[in-house]
């Protein structure tokens, strides 16, 4: 809020040198101004009505209150026009050498936002202050990469205007006409003479004149650059740009220095003209500098001492105008250093106490994986116990029990093939048998889900095969096994799985041979979708009746199915279809 009310003070204090000549229309833009980025365009696009006025002291305060509005944190397009716009300023105060720094400022930063036509402005703006400091190589270079980044096509609208193509080749065509190569000069002024026509480029109109002027004079072709001077004055004139204006007097002056009438002539044209309009100083300086030269060629010595005391007076005022624009400058920069530098205090505070929450974070983060650890560990221990417990009670069921129960199977079936035994004894033996092979089977497949090395599908349909054949061997009935899957060690069942599963099939089974009378029955086994195994029990008997229907067992195999959260339908078709799919 202060920031904001020190603007303002600022502001008010400029209108009042500032009403005189500044459009209405800005000022009151600004006035109404509600956000920051609102007062940053008015304030720029005052900085840029006055470089347009040629007023450049005015169009330096405002552009250094718009980069008091700026952060200079930030890297976008208002900095690159910012830095392009200071870099011209420098140009027209002649400190060429800043103009340049600001130039390859402004180059880098619109090459971070990748802009080809904000990197174009700024090479054009390094070439031409290269141009004033007699890097002409270098100029050269610059404003080729000008040419070269310039977009063809280019409709965005900007916050300032922005160099065009008869701007480029204008300059190219000074660079050449500066190292003397005149023919270069003449082809790339005539090709910026064509751009600047189709575009109806005000300056670049009366600025290309000239330049075909100074071409011409400096191969002697007076006639030829009289015609262009006056071409050029009057194009500049209907644009009001009265700098170029005066400098094409003081042209006219070298081009007609043998006719002392003419020259005065234009002398007192471009004094007039300057005592008329607001031009920059060193535009003024370079019409004194030509008609010093001139004056001194015709001897005239009263106008030499006069111009002389005009080069001094325009030098102690550039002078001391250098030393203020350097002063600002020095200023300027010291604002931006310290902006950088409480934006990197207030950069690293923040970066301290993330840091802070990231050692909190990783200290917290390296407290949980070791609990998870040591959980998983131990989970890891518990389950392997169990899972030893479990291999031991299978052994223990199959080397006790299991012993057990073929001792009386086999003392049942001597007590049957005894001759002696009366028929009573011999139909308990019988129960006794059945019951034992029974017992034996369950106790046989217990033990079997309980023994982790059965874990796969080829354990289990080896398993269920083998019990198939064995149920249905010496009976009627047909047992075909078949399976379609590939790579059945790699799937894997647990035990939980394998056991309901079982119990299901073989309730199936065992009621297919009960009460189906049929003379055939094929187990296929199939995997659908990768994700689903399918078990599908077909037999060629009489299928549902209420005679024959499952009862509990249906119930049984539907909970086991469940269970193993599957599905199990059943119906009849040419005997008994039943299906059952389970998620793996």
Same mark, same amino acid.
């Given at each position: ?439 034996? %089977? /369950?106790? =046989?497949? *217990? ?7 059965? !874990? $796969? +599908?080829? @354990? ?36 939980? %799985? /394998?056991? =309901?599963? *079982? ?7 065992? !009621? $297919? +041979?009960? @009460? ?39 119930? =049984? ?28």
């Amino acid at each position: 809020m202060k920031f904001i009310l020190q603007f303002y003070f600022f502001f008010f204090c400029l209108v009042g040198w500032a009403q005189h000549s500044v459009d209405q229309p800005l000022l009151k833009n600004l006035q109404n101004c509600k956000t920051e980025k609102c007062r940053i365009k008015q304030s720029f696009l005052l900085a840029e009505y006055f470089l347009e006025t040629d007023d450049i002291e005015s169009s330096q305060r405002w552009l250094e209150k718009t980069k008091d509005l700026v952060s200079p944190k930030v890297i976008d397009s208002t900095a690159v026009f910012i830095q392009s716009l200071q870099s011209e300023l420098f140009y027209y105060m002649g400190l060429y050498q800043f103009g340049t720094n600001e130039a390859e400022k402004a180059i880098e930063n619109a090459k971070q936002i990748k802009d080809s036509l904000l990197i174009a402005d700024a090479y054009f703006f390094l070439g031409i202050n290269q141009l004033e400091i007699n890097e002409l190589e270098k100029a050269q270079q610059s404003l080729w990469k000008s040419r070269n980044y310039f977009p063809k096509k280019s409709n965005r609208k900007h916050i300032r205007s922005l160099i065009q193509k008869e701007h480029i080749y204008n300059n190219i065509a000074q660079s050449k006409f500066k190292l003397k190569e005149m023919d270069s000069a003449v082809w790339y002024n005539a090709k910026a003479y064509t751009f600047a026509k189709k575009n109806n480029s005000k300056r670049g109109i009366p600025n290309i004149e000239q330049t075909f002027g100074q071409i011409y004079l400096s191969k002697n072709q007076k006639d030829s650059a009289l015609f262009y001077f006056q071409k050029s004055i009057h194009s500049a004139v209907n644009s009001n740009y009265y700098d170029i204006v005066l400098l094409n007097f003081s042209y006219l002056m070298e081009s007609q220095s043998d006719d002392p009438v003419l020259v005065n002539h234009w002398f007192e044209k471009g004094m007039g003209l300057m005592d008329q309009k607001i031009i920059n100083i060193t535009f003024q300086r370079y019409f004194y500098v030509t008609a010093l030269a001139v004056f001194k060629k015709r001897n005239q010595t009263d106008k030499v001492a006069f111009v002389q005391e005009k080069i001094i007076a325009i030098d102690d005022e550039t002078q001391l105008k250098g030393n203020f624009y350097i002063q600002n400058i020095t200023e300027q920069y010291a604002k931006n250093e310290n902006k950088l530098l409480t934006f990197q205090v207030e950069e690293l505070t923040k970066q301290r106490k993330y840091a802070f929450l990231q050692l909190i974070a990783a200290g917290l983060s390296l407290i949980i994986l070791s609990l998870v650890i040591v959980i998983i560990r131990r989970k890891n221990k518990i389950q392997q116990t169990l899972l030893d417990q479990k291999n031991e009670i299978s052994k223990d069921l199959h080397d006790d029990i299991g012993s057990g129960l073929s001792s009386i199977l086999i003392h049942a079936d001597l007590l049957l093939k005894n001759g002696t035994s009366d028929e009573k004894q011999k139909v308990l033996a019988t129960k006794i048998n059945q019951t034992g092979k029974e017992i034996s %089977q /369950r106790l =046989n497949a *217990f033990i079997w889900s309980l023994n982790t090395e059965h !874990n $796969t +599908l080829q @354990h289990f349909c080896e398993y269920t095969k083998q019990y198939g054949a064995t149920l249905f061997e010496e009976t009627p009935i047909s047992f075909v096994f078949q399976n379609s899957i590939k790579n059945k060690e790699t799937i894997k069942m647990n035990g939980q %799985q /394998r056991k =309901n599963l *079982f119990y299901a099939l073989k309730e199936i089974l065992n !009621n $297919t +041979l009960k @009460h189906a009378q049929a003379t055939k029955v094929v187990l296929h086994i199939s995997l659908e979708t990768n994700k689903q195994l399918q078990f599908t029990i077909q037999d060629n008997g009489t299928g549902i009746t209420k005679a024959n229907a499952f009862g509990n067992g249906f119930k =049984n195999i539907q909970n086991r199915v469940e269970d193993l959260k599957g599905t199990f339908t059943v119906k009849t078709d040419n005997g008994l279809l039943t299906i059952i799919t389970i998620p793996l």
